[in-house]
Structure formats: structure tokens, C-alpha cells
């Protein structure tokens, strides 16, 4: 039994690390529980440290590929805000050092190709 709950929780965090390298982040929340009662299992039997270690190197990974998920959606927000704000307005120092804003204004006259 030990062994099969072992086996049950690598494969979940094998297809858990697919997911992720997906970018499939809505598929994390349905597995969640399976992922729960399979280690409430594995509390309940006597798994060897071999088994243990390899558990706990694959749940290092899947949370090491999610922070790094976390970090590259965080860049690309800023990003993205970035550019936003650069379309929007210019900030620039008068000569007296004071900043001025400049909005573009849109052309009254749009030449098309």
C-alpha cells in the first residue's frame, strides 16, 4: 500500500510539473485535493526515507517552478504596465526643473495605407 500511495503522489506531481510548464495554472486547483488525500494516505502508512526523498525533491521542484511561474507573470504585468504608461504621457524637467507632462493628442486627420 506504501508503496503505491508513493507512486500515486510522483505521478500527480509529474503531471502537476507538466501543468505548470503549460502555463495550465486552472488544472492546479482540481488536483489539489487528490494531491491532499494522498499525502493524509501517506501519513497514515510507514514509507521507506528513499521514498520520502524522492517526494520531497519532486515537491521542491513543483514549488521552484511555481515561484518562478509567479516571478515571470509579475515581469510581464510590469511590463505591460510599462509600455501603457509610456503611450500615455511624457514627463520631462522645464528649465526652471520643474516636470512637465505631455499627452499626445491624436491627429485630426488619419492617413491610412
Known amino acids: 500500500m506504501d508503496k503505491r500511495v508513493v507512486k500515486d503522489l ?3 506531481l509529474d503531471e502537476e510539473r507538466e501543468v505548470i510548464l503549460e502555463g495550465r495554472f486552472e488544472k492546479l486547483e482540481s488536483s489539489s ?3 491532499s488525500a494522498l499525502f ?3 501519513n497514515e502508512v510507514s514509507a521507506d526515507e528513499r521514498s520520502l526523498t524522492m517526494l520531497a525533491a519532486t515537491v521542491s521542484r ?3 517552478l511555481l515561484r518562478a511561474a509567479m ?3 509579475a515581469d510581464a504585468s510590469k511590463r505591460i504596465k510599462d509600455v501603457q504608461r509610456a503611450h500615455g504621457t511624457l514627463s520631462t524637467y522645464n528649465g526652471n526643473g ?3 507632462n505631455y499627452t499626445p493628442t491624436k ?3 488619419e492617413k491610412k495605407a
Open 10 to 12: 510522483l505521478n500527480l
Open 33 to 35: 485535493a487528490r494531491k
Open 40 to 42: 493524509i494516505k501517506l
Open 62 to 64: 513543483n514549488q521552484a
Open 71 to 73: 516571478r515571470g507573470l
Open 98 to 100: 520643474q516636470v512637465s
Open 107 to 109: 491627429p485630426a486627420f
